[in-house]
Each structure stands twice: as C-alpha cells, then as structure tokens.
C-alpha cells in the first residue's frame, strides 16, 4: 500500500512525519453456503440496472469464458490452464487489511486512512452491492483483483456492525472472514481471478513502525504460514483463487533489518521459500507471488538504506516444488525512490532523488535493475514480474511531477508488456461527489454512486486506458526450459515433493534436491551451490533411486585419477547431492532410457568452467565461488574431489556424459 517509507528510522519507534497525499476452489461448509449467497444476491441485486446499461458493460460470463484456471508460468509469462497468456491486469481491493491508523477512537473516521473506516471488510459495501461493484470493475478492463487481508481477519470472531455492509443486508451478522468469502465467491463467479494477498498482521494502516514490517511482526513464522495453509485449503477448489501474495512490503523495524539469504529468522527468502512450499504442497495449483524487499538500513547520510526490491534476486533466486508457479512482485510509487523513504521532512528525509525526479531513460533503467530485469529469459532468476503496486493522485490533483512520473511509469508497463496491479480500486467520495481518496479509480457516495477514472475530470484516464488495451503477448506461450538453483548455505534445500515424503536420505548433512522433472547439473566448489534444469530432460524411469557414498559405481575408465569419485550408477543421472563441507553423497535417478557412458569431464578446481551458451549463462547461480557445469545436452554422472593439498573434500570436477549418442 502507499505510504511514506519513514517508519524505517532506528533512532525512534514513530513514524517520521510524511508528504501529504492521500494517505499512502467445492467450497467448503460456510463457504458453499456463502457462494450460493453471493449467486442469489448478484441476480437480486442486479433490478436496479437497466437493460441498456447492462449491455454497454463487459460481462463475468464474458470474462469467465475467456480464460482457465488454475495459473501457472512459461518463463516470464503468466498462462492459464490451456496454455494461453492471462496478463494480470489488475487492481488492490483493499480494506480487510485495515484502514484505522494507529492511534484514537478506530471509529472516527478522522483516525482511519482518507477518512475511510472498512470495519475490516473490503471497502465499498456499505455503499454499493457486489453486482454493481462486480459490474463497475469489468468497466475499467480488470480481469484479476488482489484482494489483501489481516493476518487478524482470519482469527476475527466478531460480526461485522450492520453500518458496514448497508448495501448488501444479506452480509448482516457475517465475521470479517465470512465477508472476504463472499467477495471471493463474488468475483470469481463473475471470471475474476483473485490473488490473496497478506496484506498486514494487525489491522493497523500503514506503513511504518506499525507492527507489520516483516512476517512475523507480530506474530510467529509458523502462525505465518499456518493462516496461510488455512485460507489455502479454504479457497483450494476454487480454480479462480489462482495465487496467494505472500507478505506485503517487508520492510525494516525499529531495530533490524529483513535480509536475502542470510539464514536467520528474519531472512525473507528462506522465509517464502518454505512458506510456498508448504502451501504447494497443500494446493499445488497456487501461483506463490514473492514480493522483495521494500527497505532496508536507517535513512541517514553515510548509512547504508534503500529499497532493495528484486534486486537481491540476481544471485539468490528462489526454488519451489512447482517450477512453474513462482512470480515475483514490487511496488513503485513516484514519491519514493530507490534510496528515498518518501518521507519530506523528518528524520526519514533524505536527499535521495525520488523515482518522479529521474528522466524517461533514468527511469527505465532504475526500475530494471530493481525489478524487470527478472523477466530474461533463460537464467535461473527468470519469472514474471507482476507490479502489483503503482498509482497516483488523481481527480483533483496539481502534482505536476507526479503526473509525469505516472505517464512515464505506464509507458513502461506498456513497453514491457508487464503484469500489473493498480492501488487502489474502490475508495468513498463524500456526499458532494468528491473523493475522499483520490488515488482509488472509483469512489462511492454515501448513496452509492459511483465516480470512475473514465467519468469526465480525472487526467489519469488516457494512462489507464492505454494500459489496459495496451497490445501485448496473447495466444498460446511456448514451453520453456528451466534453470533453478540450490542454496545449502544454511542448510538444506529439498524441493522434490517425491524426497520430501520420504525418509532423510543422507542423515547429518545438508542436502540439495532438484524439484521432481529436472536434473543436476552444475556444483559450485565451496559454497555448496547447485543447478537444476530440465533442459532435454531425459525424464525417470521405473525403479529405485540411488544413494551413492562411495566409487562403487565408478567404470568405464578411471576419469579423475587419483581423485575421490561420488558416480551414478550407468542409466541413471543425478538429481541431488549432499556435503558436510566436503561432498559425501549423490543422490541418481533411473533414466526412462538408456544414457551414453562417453566421458567429458569438467574441471573447476582453479576457475570457472561453464557453458558459453544456454545453461543461465547470463547470470550468476553462485557468486564469489568457482562453478562447474554441464551443458545442456548433457547429464551430471559423477563428481571428483580430494583432501589432498588442503582441498577440504570440496568439488574439484563433474563427470558430464551426453543426454544422446552423437
């Protein structure tokens, strides 16, 4: 959500003051019962259009027909259940992450963001019924909500007050969860696609020392993922709730900072990366939508401080169960930067240029490096990207900048055909008409009528609807290959769903599993790194998969005299690896057919030695250390190593052997 980014201070536990801008699948049981609800009261609400109006608007059955769910990835593309592109376009319904802002009475509207209190139910539905809220959301060309939630709406026993949901009584007496459910029955009865998003812990908006930084402010990891693992299996047969967002803006607390990789409990990649795939494993059919990190260090000169975003994605990727199911997220707003809280004044403000002071070029290029870099193709980081966070001050505002941040942002969306999400959709305009949050693309009156982006007025209009019709990707996508890599900095990485229910397979070390369908094929020396591909996958055939310890299985020639030698056995290929240091095992799959026992051997014992052409070539899988990898048409056979000249054990080459005879 937009917000300033000063809460990120250590010198105190307030937030610093900011600019002022508007402040910023069956269902089970209940569920069943609510969609049936929320079916009856879409046909009961719809009298009071009339006909003409409700054929000049695009339809649910429309959008219901034009794609399949569940979504999945090709590379940097999102598709459907068919192949075909589903470019998410779409906007934040925000509300049931909370709107009171921290301190008075939660019910003066004066304590609440933009004077909006959402008694934690997306907002809206106090003044307008779903069917017309459903109908004004085809109007503005969306085809998927990001709907963000409380970790505390899950836990929220109380029924929601009867002011909040006056313009659909039959919600009367509902929990603030029984209400997220019956939107979400709402709009995917109407062919929306619905990514959940945990927006908040508390209810508290937004965004700065609020109890909300990270996961688990507030409130334990395993909790983290046990409300996860709930709204999964709550939604999980329903094809059109296609991803789960798994934490909103991750950010600095008063005193420690989030981090990419570093093993501890406030390591955001090990963090998502178990939480995706808890939830692969409970729904295998959810896109896991990883935002980076929003901020980082103490915004002072000579401190070290920004906002990170993907940036740390270029070197430490991450790897999940489904190769096809992880996107990557990040927000942009003109008023920040990439080193600029967005604070204006106070111990938050730096002079750090903000993201509307940059030129056309200066701005591509920032939000490449943080963020658009990820959708190259080919490399072990590459994913769809979804900006499911932008936006600015619409109906009347002067900013001048912002404007033109706004113009030159969307015109990079639209260059790079990227997916999006606009923040935020529904906000209240006051009983004379006028938004009380200028930022949302539809307000609504006490009364209910609606003001649009496209109604006469707001200068946003041209942007968002070149956005929204911008030409782009469609039609079926081409598979793709994969590259992922394995991380045992810290410990294991075990991403088959076939290992992870089985036994521990080398007991005391660090292990590394490729995910179920691809092959290793490629170690680093000493860090333990690996990479995965299923680049001419040879695929697994019957029978039992190999722990080996020992040369055993070394024939055909000894191909790394006097070196220690971990082999597959001859028609199986390795598919993971362990090490306590030194190497102590592979872990080899049997081949569906047969394998070529050619020798090739890789060395890398004083360099690098990988491919200069496919395999991730393009990108770094494990900085600062020496890699060795096979080519893509080959597979990993055996890895050669010694204690000899203080070599510790550590990989020194690979036995690469072709995929086919040549």
């Given at each position: 959500?937009?917000?300033?980014?000063?809460?990120?201070?250590?010198?105190?536990?307030?937030?610093?003051?900011?600019?002022?801008?508007?402040?910023?699948?069956?269902?089970?049981?209940?569920?069943?019962?609510?969609?049936?609800?929320?079916?009856?009261?879409?046909?009961?609400?719809?009298?009071?259009?009339?006909?003409?109006?409700?054929?000049?608007?695009?339809?649910?059955?429309?959008?219901?027909?034009?794609?399949?769910g569940p979504l999945s990835t090709r590379g940097r593309y999102i598709v459907d259940a068919t192949g075909e592109r589903f470019k998410l376009m779409a906007g934040n319904w925000a509300g049931a992450q909370g709107t009171w802002q921290g301190s008075g009475d939660i019910d003066n509207p004066a304590n609440n963001q933009a004077g909006q209190i959402s008694h934690n139910i997306p907002?809206?539905?106090?003044?307008?019924?779903?069917?017309?809220?459903?109908?004004?959301?085809?109007?503005?060309?969306?085809?998927?909500?990001?709907?963000?939630?409380?970790?505390?709406?899950?836990?929220?026993?109380?029924?929601?007050?009867?002011?909040?949901?006056?313009?659909?009584?039959?919600?009367?007496?509902?929990?603030?969860?029984?209400?997220?459910?019956?939107?979400?029955?709402?709009?995917?009865?109407?062919?929306?696609?619905?990514?959940?998003?945990?927006?908040?812990?508390?209810?508290?908006?937004?965004?700065?020392?609020?109890?909300?930084?990270?996961?688990?402010?507030?409130?334990?990891?395993?909790?983290?993922?046990?409300?996860?693992?709930?709204?999964?299996?709550?939604?999980?047969?329903?094809?059109?709730?296609?991803?789960?967002?798994?934490?909103?803006?991750?950010?600095?607390?008063?005193?420690?900072?989030?981090?990419?990789?570093?093993?501890?409990?406030?390591?955001?990649?090990?963090?998502?990366?178990?939480?995706?795939?808890?939830?692969?494993?409970?729904?295998?059919?959810?896109?896991?939508?990883?935002?980076?990190?929003?901020?980082?260090?103490?915004?002072?000169?000579?401190?070290?401080h920004g906002r990170p975003l993907l940036t740390p994605v270029a070197t430490l990727s991450n790897t999940l169960i489904r190769s096809d199911k992880l996107v990557y997220a990040a927000h942009f707003y003109g008023y920040t930067g990439p080193a600029n809280t967005g604070a204006s004044s106070g111990g938050g403000a730096t002079n750090d240029p903000l993201y509307e002071d940059f030129?056309?070029?200066?701005?591509?290029?920032?939000?490449?490096?943080?963020?658009?870099?990820?959708?190259?193709?080919?490399?072990?980081?590459?994913?769809?990207?979804?900006?499911?966070?932008?936006?600015?001050?619409?109906?009347?505002?002067?900013?001048?900048?912002?404007?033109?941040?706004?113009?030159?942002?969307?015109?990079?969306?639209?260059?790079?055909?990227?997916?999006?999400?606009?923040?935020?959709?529904?906000?209240?305009?006051?009983?004379?008409?006028?938004?009380?949050?200028?930022?949302?693309?539809?307000?609504?009156?006490?009364?209910?009528?609606?003001?649009?982006?496209?109604?006469?007025?707001?200068?946003?209009?041209?942007?968002?609807?070149?956005?929204?019709?911008?030409?782009?990707?469609?039609?079926?996508?081409?598979?793709?290959?994969?590259?992922?890599?394995?991380?045992?900095?810290?410990?294991?990485?075990?991403?088959?769903?076939?290992?992870?229910?089985?036994?521990?397979?080398?007991?005391?070390?660090?292990?590394?599993?490729?995910?179920?369908?691809?092959?290793?094929?490629?170690?680093?020396?000493?860090?333990?790194?690996?990479?995965?591909?299923?680049?001419?996958?040879?695929?697994?055939?019957?029978?039992?998969?190999?722990?080996?310890?020992?040369?055993?299985?070394?024939?055909?020639?000894?191909?790394?005299?006097?070196?220690?030698?971990?082999?597959?056995?001859?028609?199986?290929?390795?598919?993971?690896?362990?090490?306590?240091?030194?190497?102590?095992?592979?872990?080899?799959?049997?081949?569906?057919?047969?394998?070529?026992?050619?020798?090739?051997?890789?060395?890398?014992?004083?360099?690098?030695?990988?491919?200069?052409?496919?395999?991730?070539?393009?990108?770094?899988?494990?900085?600062?250390?020496?890699?060795?990898?096979?080519?893509?048409?080959?597979?990993?056979?055996?890895?050669?190593?010694?204690?000899?000249?203080?070599?510790?054990?550590?990989?020194?080459?690979?036995?690469?052997?072709?995929?086919?005879?040549?």
């Amino acid at each position: 959500m937009r917000s300033a980014q000063s809460s990120l201070h250590a010198a105190s536990a307030a937030a610093a003051p900011v600019r002022t801008r508007a402040v910023a699948r069956g269902l089970p049981g209940a569920l069943a019962a609510a969609l049936l609800l929320v079916c009856a009261t879409i046909g009961a609400q719809a009298a009071p259009f009339t006909e003409t109006t409700a054929a000049a608007l695009p339809s649910g059955t429309q959008l219901a027909a034009s794609w399949t769910g569940p979504l999945s990835t090709r590379g940097r593309y999102i598709v459907d259940a068919t192949g075909e592109r589903f470019k998410l376009m779409a906007g934040n319904w925000a509300g049931a992450q909370g709107t009171w802002q921290g301190s008075g009475d939660i019910d003066n509207p004066a304590n609440n963001q933009a004077g909006q209190i959402s008694h934690n139910i997306p907002l809206g539905l106090d003044r307008a019924p779903l069917a017309r809220i459903m109908a004004d959301f085809h109007r503005l060309g969306l085809n998927s909500v990001r709907l963000p939630f409380a970790n505390a709406m899950v836990h929220d026993a109380s029924p929601v007050p009867d002011v909040a949901v006056t313009a659909n009584p039959q919600l009367r007496g509902r929990t603030p969860l029984q209400v997220y459910d019956a939107v979400v029955s709402a709009l995917t009865a109407d062919g929306f696609a619905v990514i959940l998003n945990n927006h908040t812990t508390s209810y508290r908006f937004c965004c700065g020392l609020d109890g909300n930084e990270r996961w688990n402010s507030g409130q334990s990891t395993q909790q983290w993922e046990n409300d996860w693992l709930f709204l999964v299996n709550r939604y999980k047969n329903n094809k059109r709730v296609v991803g789960a967002d798994l934490r909103n803006e991750v950010r600095r607390d008063t005193w420690d900072n989030p981090n990419w990789g570093w093993g501890d409990s406030h390591d955001e990649y090990a963090a998502f990366e178990e939480a995706g795939n808890r939830i692969l494993q409970a729904d295998p059919e959810m896109l896991i939508i990883m935002e980076g990190i929003n901020w980082t260090g103490i915004p002072a000169a000579g401190l070290d401080h920004g906002r990170p975003l993907l940036t740390p994605v270029a070197t430490l990727s991450n790897t999940l169960i489904r190769s096809d199911k992880l996107v990557y997220a990040a927000h942009f707003y003109g008023y920040t930067g990439p080193a600029n809280t967005g604070a204006s004044s106070g111990g938050g403000a730096t002079n750090d240029p903000l993201y509307e002071d940059f030129t056309t070029g200066q701005l591509a290029q920032v939000v490449n490096d943080e963020a658009l870099f990820v959708t190259r193709s080919g490399q072990h980081f590459t994913a769809p990207v979804w900006i499911s966070e932008f936006g600015a001050a619409g109906r009347g505002s002067a900013d001048a900048k912002e404007q033109a941040w706004f113009d030159r942002f969307t015109d990079i969306l639209v260059r790079n055909d990227t997916d999006f999400a606009q923040w935020p959709i529904v906000g209240w305009s006051n009983a004379s008409g006028t938004p009380q949050d200028n930022w949302a693309l539809i307000s609504y009156d006490p009364s209910g009528k609606a003001l649009s982006v496209n109604d006469p007025g707001d200068w946003r209009a041209a942007d968002w609807n070149r956005l929204v019709n911008a030409p782009g990707l469609t039609g079926r996508v081409a598979g793709v290959n994969h590259w992922n890599m394995l991380d045992l900095d810290f410990g294991d990485q075990n991403v088959s769903a076939r290992m992870l229910a089985r036994p521990d397979w080398s007991p005391g070390n660090r292990k590394g599993n490729c995910p179920d369908g691809q092959r290793l094929i490629g170690l680093s020396r000493s860090k333990g790194r690996g990479l995965c591909t299923d680049a001419a996958e040879p695929g697994v055939g019957a029978g039992d998969w190999v722990v080996v310890t020992d040369e055993r299985y070394v024939s055909h020639g000894d191909w790394a005299v006097g070196y220690s030698k971990l082999q597959c056995p001859d028609n199986t290929f390795a598919v993971g690896y362990s090490r306590n240091t030194a190497m102590t095992a592979l872990l080899c799959a049997p081949s569906a057919a047969a394998l070529p026992t050619d020798a090739g051997d890789v060395w890398f014992d004083s360099g690098d030695n990988v491919p200069t052409s496919g395999g991730s070539n393009a990108s770094v899988w494990a900085p600062g250390d020496w890699n060795g990898q096979c080519a893509d048409n080959e597979y990993l056979a055996g890895v050669a190593y010694t204690f000899k000249w203080v070599s510790r054990g550590v990989p020194d080459a690979l036995l690469c052997r072709p995929l086919t005879r040549k």
